[in-house]
Each structure stands twice: as structure tokens, then as C-alpha cells.
């Protein structure tokens, strides 16, 4: 008998037999939990996402759509950045007045080739408010996993208030479960030593995420 | 259970020398009363996190209930996904499965996640054996696995080393394992973790398989999901051609809404954070972004033995976030290593006696290691009845009875000659430094226990509606030890 037969053999033993299908699933759980915590506008969900975003030490900009570049500019001349990645479907202009050459974001590129890159720009699919975190899902403007992963500092912009959503229940919703997700808040930490905290072990140390508005 | 721990001594002597190291408990009360109080914070910003813990649980119990439909649908949406599903009968099987496919791909190095399924089945021992070296790359495990020590606490497996102690073993130990320590390497926290950044760097650059657990499987979906703080796991996730997935049965919920419950409740009882740093998602395999070959490999190892006991399969429902250790008195006093196995603390003690049967001393004097003072329910995210378990146990042990192992049922005889309990009654002394203040607590709590009410009256009524406050034990281990005789006029 092959291990997977003895397996489900001895689940089926262990609760006394077959037990019937579970198609009573939704009404089984009692789902009376909150899909979002507390009243709030939306301006002030985009406020809680600052702050949130904030205490767990990324750094906060703002941004209309018109400012953006010259924020991008501004953010990479601060990190004296001189090589940024670029995923495939970056919006045109984001980049427009950088100066730093752009990596983009290829199949071939070695994990080595990214880790001389000093940033990466990316756009996200959604923000949730309460924990602060945003979620990257691998689409044009976001690109692969590794491009997020590996460069020492990470500019991704969100769009306010169209992609914040309040809660943990409401951003599952909007997420596709079938694209690779990376659910980022904060930069990279550990506690490991005396839970002192320490930022970026493995990941990007620095997060910098720009709210832009008006389109 | 693998060897890991072979040769250790039962609870009460190995928490005996543990109460007697002094570096040990500063280290430890430190850490667990730091993560126990933020705690509190993070989830009381949550006003109906009675109603996530109760749907916890629901998910868990139906999951459990309906475990061979949702494993052949995890099954099948996997190899959808395009993914390749192993079965593992026991930590043998899981270990020459892994083997194999690390050989597959012809390489004789892989980088790791953090993961107690590859720690409780001994896999990197075993692949050792097999000229495959295994790198930890959680910042902890390398501590641990640098120090050729072992781990203490489910999440801060190095909780029992202080910064002196990990800047000699970074020194010592770096070099022989790839990128030596820097230069004149101090002790400061910042300086050690840049220092393991550069060492791990080297290996995550060149991997070409990675290994990780899970903390959920989604049936309906075939998705897998790891929470992590330090960008380790999304390394090891990701860079790799091949990623090997270890995973217990017990990890799957249903759909994809649900883990909406998880994902709140489990950082915060966890790290006390609002959410944790990193959490990966991946169903299968993506075109060109991250592994082209994803295995995984579901593992039984006595949880199908655990489930076949309606008291104790509610372990099964832990989602290892370790809420339960840091509130424990007995484990802040002896500390992780004395329970013996990968798993310490509360949830060991009520865990490793199911998946291992209750055969050693350690495994027989593990009911015992609690004084079911009841705070590891209370905190517990899926309000496993841990108490309840031990007691369960306890009668076990003492008793005899049915139970299954490795499938069959088999009829348990008591324990011989109380080793058990003795070894117990010693280990309660031991564990505490102030045994008798400690005794009149539980007493009190005990004989008001009746007068405690399960739900809130009044206007709490409706909050508590779904929820039982924590129940205190009926009798402190202290006085069924005297009434029984210790032990030999047993349930009376
Ligand atoms: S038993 Fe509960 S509190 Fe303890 S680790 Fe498991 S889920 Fe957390």
C-alpha cells in the first residue's frame, strides 16, 4: 500500500470511520468577526496606513501624481542610489527624471547580477490600513519576487486612496490567490538577539512607500 | 520523532540543572515577559479578537473532522498548480523523500527556512548523512546551528544566548561554514545581524534548492503560506530552482477566506505585532518567477495517532505561534530544552507525549511539566485546551488505556512503578523557586474554580457569547499527588 492510502487510512480509522463531505462549510464557521476595525473615512484609513506604515519603520512620503518623479529622484539621491531596478510595466514617467541606470527586470538577471543594484521602484496591489502592510502580487508594475528582495532599498508607491483597504479580510478579497504574494510591513527584522530589534537581516533595510494622489 | 534529542533526561532532572543556570533565566524571563506584555497591546487593539479565536478553532476542528477530503483537495490543486505532492508515513519516510529529491536535482547544498517539521523529523541530520549540508538561514536557527546546540523556544529558538555569548560563537564557529566573522566583531546586535546578512548573503546567491515548512496549506486554492520577519524565507522561497516544502497534515484550513482569521490572529500572538514583516504566498509554480519545481512533501508522523484521540487531538490545531510558552511558569523557569524535543513549552508538553507515545521517561514525565495554572489557554489563538490535555494525559500515564500507535490501537499499561509520577512530584519542586507561594495560588484558584463563570454576566453576556473564559484546573498537581497517595490509589 502506498503511504498516501496508509495516511488517509488511518485519518479515516482515527475518526471512526468515513465521515461525510463538508458541505456545510460556510454555515459551519461562525463568521461574526469584524471585516474592519472602527469607523473611518477614507481619508483617515489612508492616515492610519501612514501611521501604521511609520511604527513599523518605513519611511512615509506623499506625493500627487505630478510630484511623483521628482519624489523618485529625491528618494534615490538620498540612498545615493546609482542602479535601480525596474519591473516590465512600471508606468512611463515614473522614472522620467532618474538618472540612475535603470536594471530591468529579466529572466536571465543572476540573484549576484541584482545584488550589485542599490533600489528598486514598484507600484503594489493593495495597502491594509490597520497593519500596515502593503502586498505585492507580481504584476507588470511590480515584477518578480526577487527584485523586491534582494536591492538594499525599496521605493514602492501606492496608490491613495483607490488601493487602501482597512483590514487583513478585506485585502484577501482583492487578492488573487493564484499570483506568488509578498505581504511586506516595515522592513526586514529580527528579535533574535535579546528581542532587541534589529532592521533588515535578509531583506531591503530601508522601505520608503510614497502615497500618491489625484490619478 | 527523530533523534534530536536522544539521551535527554526526563523533564524534572533536565529542568532541575535548567532553574540552576542563572544566564539561562535572566536570558528567558527577560524575553518572555518582554513579548508577553506587548502581546497584551496587540491584541487588545483587536475588540473582537474572542470571535477570531473562536473561528480559529471552527476552521481547525471542521478541518480536522473532514482531514481526508481536504488532503486529497490540497492534492489535487497542488498538482494543478503544478506542483508534485509527497506522502511521508513517518520521519524516515520524510527524510529519504527529501533525500532523493535534493539528489534529483544534483546538488549537495540547500538553504533552509525555519520550519519544526524539518526539525522534528531530524532532516538535517539526516541529510548530513547523506553528504547534503543543510544551512539554517533564520537568524536563530544559524545561532543554534553554528553553536551545534539546540533549539529552546518555537520562535527564538536562540532565546536561551545572550549577545556575548553569540558574538563568540559567530567567531569560533562562521568561518567553517562559509564567510568568516568580520574583523574585530563586537557585541552589539546591529553588528551581529549585518554580520549574518554577509554570511548568509553568500549562500542565498548560490542556492539552488531551498527547503521550508508551512504555516497553512489552502485546500481549495494549493497555496502555501510562510510568516516570517527577516526576508530568510522569502530568499529561500524564491532564488531556488527547486523548493521543498515539509509539512504536516494538520497545517491545511479550506479556503482562501480563512486566512483572513489566521493572518490576524496569529502575528499578533506571536510577535505581538500588528502584522509580521514578511508573509509569502505561492500556489505551485509561477513562469519564471521564483522555484520551476515545487515539492511538497505532507507528513504524518503520529499526528494521525494524535487525532485518533478525541481529548487530545485539539494539539492539532496549534498554529505553533508560541503565545502559549511565554506565559508559562514553568517553562520561563526551566527553559526549552528541558521539555526534551523541538517542541518545548506548553504545546510540547501536551504534543510530544501524542506524536511519540508516552514510551520514554522524558515523553511520560512530560504531562507533568505544568502546574495547569491555565494561562496557556487563555492566550492560546485557537484555544486549545492545554490543561485539559495534560490531565488527559496524566491519567494516561498513571492508568494505562487505549490509545493508537502508528495506526493500531494498542491498550497502554500504566507506567512502571510511578517512575512518572515521582520524577514529577520532584520536577514541580524544582521547577519553581518559590514552590509553596506557588502552591497556595493554585489551591485558590482551584477551590474557587467552581464560582469562576464560563461566559461574562451582564452586559459582557454578548462578547462572550462564542467564547468560555479560561477554565481553572480542578485540582493543582500538588494535591491529587497527596490524595492519591502520589499516584497509587489513582482517580479516585
Ligand atoms: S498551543 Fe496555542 S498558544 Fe501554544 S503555540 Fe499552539 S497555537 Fe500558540
New interface residues.
Given amino acids: 500500500m502506498?503511504?498516501?492510502d496508509?495516511?488517509?487510512?488511518?485519518?479515516?480509522?482515527?475518526?471512526g470511520g468515513?465521515?461525510e463531505?463538508?458541505d456545510s462549510?460556510a454555515k459551519?464557521?461562525?463568521?461574526?468577526?469584524?471585516r474592519e476595525?472602527g469607523n473611518r473615512t477614507t481619508q483617515q484609513t489612508v492616515e492610519l496606513l501612514a501611521e501604521?506604515l511609520a511604527d513599523?519603520r518605513a519611511i512615509v512620503h506623499r506625493a500627487t501624481s505630478e510630484e511623483l518623479p521628482a519624489t523618485i529622484v529625491r528618494l534615490l539621491a538620498g540612498h545615493g542610489s546609482r542602479a535601480v531596478a525596474v519591473p516590465p510595466g512600471l508606468p512611463d514617467g515614473w522614472l522620467a527624471e532618474a538618472d540612475a541606470t535603470q536594471v530591468h527586470d529579466r529572466?536571465e538577471n543572476?540573484?549576484?547580477e541584482l545584488?550589485e543594484v542599490d533600489s528598486v521602484v514598484t507600484a503594489c496591489a493593495v495597502a491594509?490600513a490597520?497593519?500596515?502592510?502593503i502586498v505585492l502580487d507580481?504584476s507588470p508594475d511590480q515584477g518578480?519576487?526577487?527584485i523586491t528582495?534582494v536591492p538594499d532599498h525599496h521605493i514602492c508607491v501606492v496608490r491613495v486612496p483607490d488601493q487602501v483597504v482597512s483590514s487583513?479580510?478585506q485585502a484577501?478579497e482583492r487578492l488573487d490567490?493564484?499570483?506568488?504574494?509578498?505581504?511586506?510591513?516595515?522592513?526586514?527584522?529580527?528579535?533574535?538577539?535579546?528581542?532587541?530589534r534589529?532592521e533588515?537581516?535578509?531583506?531591503?533595510r530601508t522601505l520608503e512607500v510614497v502615497l500618491v494622489s489625484g490619478g | 520523532m527523530s533523534g534530536t534529542f536522544v539521551g535527554m533526561p526526563a523533564f524534572p532532572k533536565a529542568a532541575h540543572d535548567a532553574v540552576r543556570n542563572t544566564t539561562l533565566r535572566a536570558n528567558l524571563k527577560h524575553a518572555t515577559h518582554t513579548i508577553r506584555d506587548k502581546r497584551e497591546r496587540a491584541v487588545s487593539e483587536l475588540d473582537d479578537w474572542a470571535r477570531l479565536r473562536q473561528a480559529g478553532k471552527e476552521i481547525k476542528d471542521h478541518t480536522l473532522h473532514h482531514l481526508e477530503h481536504y488532503l486529497v483537495q490540497l492534492e489535487e490543486s497542488v498538482t494543478a498548480a503544478g506542483g508534485t505532492v509527497h506522502w511521508a508515513r513517518d520521519a524516515d519516510e520524510a527524510n529519504r523523500i527529501v533525500a532523493g529529491l535534493v539528489k534529483e536535482t544534483g546538488e549537495s547544498e540547500v538553504v533552509k527556512v525555519k520550519s519544526m517539521a524539518t526539525q522534528e523529523i531530524g532532516l538535517n541530520e539526516h541529510l548530513e548523512t547523506e553528504g547534503i549540508h543543510a544551512y539554517e538561514t533564520d537568524l536563530a536557527e544559524l545561532i543554534v546551528q553554528l553553536g551545534n546546540d539546540r533549539p529552546s523556544h518555537i520562535l527564538v529558538p536562540a532565546i536561551h544566548r545572550n549577545r556575548g555569548e553569540i558574538r563568540d560563537i559567530f567567531r569560533k564557529e562562521m568561518g567553517s561554514w562559509g564567510r568568516p566573522a568580520p574583523e574585530g566583531l563586537t557585541d552589539t546586535p546591529a553588528e551581529l545581524a549585518e554580520a549574518a546578512r554577509l554570511h548568509l548573503r553568500e549562500k542565498f546567491l548560490r542556492a539552488k534548492v531551498g527547503i521550508s515548512g508551512a504555516n497553512f496549506m489552502v485546500a481549495e486554492t494549493g497555496t502555501l503560506v510562510v510568516v516570517e520577519s527577516e526576508g530568510n524565507g522569502r530568499m529561500c522561497l524564491t532564488l531556488p530552482e527547486t523548493l521543498i516544502s515539509v509539512v504536516g497534515i494538520e497545517k491545511i484550513v479550506p479556503t482562501w477566506q480563512d486566512l483572513e482569521v489566521f493572518l490576524q490572529t496569529l502575528p499578533r500572538s506571536s510577535t505581538a505585532e500588528r502584522m509580521n514583516p514578511y508573509t509569502s504566498t505561492w500556489t505551485g509554480t509561477t513562469d519564471s518567477d521564483g522555484p520551476q519545481n515545487f515539492h511538497l512533501v505532507l507528513i504524518d508522523n503520529g499526528r494521525t495517532d494524535t487525532l485518533a484521540d478525541e481529548v487530545g487531538r485539539q494539539a492539532l490545531r496549534c498554529i505553533r505561534c508560541s503565545a502559549c510558552l511565554n506565559v508559562c511558569p514553568v517553562y520561563e523557569r526551566a527553559g526549552g530544552h528541558a521539555y526534551g524535543s523541538v517542541y518545548p513549552g506548553p504545546i510540547g508538553a501536551i504534543l510530544s507525549p501524542q506524536l511519540r507515545g508516552t514510551g520514554s521517561e522524558i515523553d511520560a514525565s512530560l504531562p507533568y511539566a505544568s502546574s495547569l495554572c491555565g494561562a496557556c489557554y487563555e492566550v492560546c489563538p485557537v484555544a486549545i485546551d492545554i490543561p485539559e490535555v495534560l490531565v488527559h494525559l496524566r491519567e494516561r500515564v498513571v492508568a494505562g488505556g487505549p490509545a493508537t500507535r502508528n495506526g493500531n490501537k494498542v491498550m497502554l499499561r500504566p507506567a512502571k512503578g510511578h517512575a512518572a509520577e515521582r520524577a514529577a512530584m520532584r520536577a514541580a519542586t524544582w521547577a519553581f523557586t518559590h514552590p509553596a507561594a506557588l502552591a497556595t495560588g493554585q489551591r485558590l484558584a482551584s477551590r474557587t474554580r467552581r464560582f469562576h463563570p464560563r461566559t461574562a454576566p451582564g452586559p459582557g453576556k454578548a462578547w462572550t457569547a462564542t467564547r468560555d473564559l479560561p477554565k481553572v484546573p480542578a485540582e493543582p498537581f500538588r494535591d491529587w499527588w497527596k490524595r492519591t497517595n502520589g499516584g497509587k490509589e489513582t482517580n479516585k
Fill in positions: 502506498s503511504s498516501r496508509v495516511i488517509l487510512g488511518r485519518v479515516r480509522r482515527a475518526l468515513p465521515v463531505a463538508p462549510y459551519d464557521i461562525d463568521r461574526s468577526y469584524l476595525h501604521n513599523y529572466a543572476t540573484p549576484a545584488d491594509i490597520e497593519t500596515g502592510t507580481g518578480r519576487r526577487r528582495l487583513v479580510p484577501l490567490p493564484t499570483r506568488p504574494l509578498t505581504w511586506i510591513s516595515g522592513p526586514s527584522a529580527t528579535s533574535d538577539i535579546e528581542l532587541d534589529v533588515g537581516v535578509h531583506g531591503p
